[in-house]
């Protein structure tokens, strides 16, 4: 049976980060600004999660910064309501193999953001916990939005739902006005849809759809990054009501971006969504549907 260890720890100038690690793999968050998980990885190797070298380490800035690593926010997007300043301090516990992250209420939105993170003791394996509480006087409709913020290079794998609906359709896709359908970076494949991180690549590219499977990969570093979570059918989402995943990439990172059903939150009242990551090493990039279905779809079976 493995360990968990947690320890208070300085990274890249934030002083008051911590460090959670079972030997196999470690997630670093931070307690100086955020929440944020900065670092995930095996020990001692490469960050899965972008940094933005010249936001690492520094906080009190009066406009948000993206810093890299995991985020939550909710939606669905909108300037001011989703771009709060989170730059100060937070509060952070430590619970069974974990810790739990207290974000003060965002004085503009009243709204109040929990993540905890749970790590397997013996797999390269973590569960996090995302909650959003209305400390508000009146009902707010969101969503519980998880963004991961991927670092440079890889290539990202998100299954098509390939359900037999006969003469009805069974897929839809979200597209932004930036969007370019012959975008060199995506592939339409039969069953997955791939999409590349270029670094050459400035312009922005976002899709979203109803990931009825419930997981997407990030193929990097040889390693591979799983992310898995509950798409709920039948129930409203953010951005044309359908999209329970969503991602976008530029030229310094890719996001991988879960979200929960739109939910009218009551005052006092919480809403929480869970996503699990798992990373495996020595895994290479696909470049076929079928090396997709040879490797990366057993890994997601297990």
């Not at 971006?257 to 699990?276: A, D, F, I, N, R």
Request: charged share 25%; aromatic share 10%; with cysteine.
């Amino acid at each position: 049976m493995g360990k968990v260890d947690i320890l208070k720890k300085e990274y890249k100038g934030w002083s008051n980060c911590i460090e959670i690690s079972n030997g196999i793999i470690d997630l670093i968050a931070t307690s100086d600004v955020g929440p944020r998980l900065i670092r995930f990885g095996f020990v001692g190797r490469d960050n899965e999660f972008c940094e933005v070298s010249e936001q690492i380490g520094t906080t009190g800035d009066s406009k948000w910064n993206i810093y890299g690593g995991h985020r939550l926010w909710h939606s669905p997007e909108e300037d001011p309501r989703s771009y709060q300043p989170d730059n100060s301090q937070v509060e952070w516990s430590e619970k069974e193999n974990g810790i739990v992250l207290n974000q003060p209420v965002e004085p503009w939105t009243q709204i109040k953001k929990d993540i905890e993170v749970t790590m397997s003791p013996d797999e390269a394996k973590v569960t996090v916990l995302h909650r959003l509480t209305n400390k508000g006087a009146w009902p707010v409709e969101l969503s519980v939005w998880a963004l991961s913020v991927m670092a440079p290079g890889g290539k990202q794998v998100i299954p098509q739902n390939t359900t037999e609906t006969g003469l009805l359709p069974n897929r839809m896709l979200s597209l932004w006005p930036y969007t370019k359908l012959n975008d060199h970076r995506v592939f339409w494949g039969e069953k997955f849809i791939t999409l590349k991180q270029d670094k050459d690549t400035k312009e922005a590219f976002k899709i979203g759809l109803p990931n009825e499977n419930g997981w997407a990969a990030y193929a990097n570093h040889g390693h591979l990054f799983v992310k898995q979570y509950k798409h709920i059918p039948g129930v409203l989402y953010p951005d044309f009501s359908a999209s329970s995943y969503e991602t976008y990439t530029c030229d310094y990172m890719m996001e991988m971006e879960s979200l929960s059903p739109l939910t009218t939150l009551q005052p006092g009242m919480s809403v929480e969504h869970t996503e699990v990551w798992a990373l495996y090493d020595n895994v290479d990039v696909p470049s076929t549907e079928k090396e997709i279905e040879e490797i990366i779809v057993p890994l997601i079976k297990k």
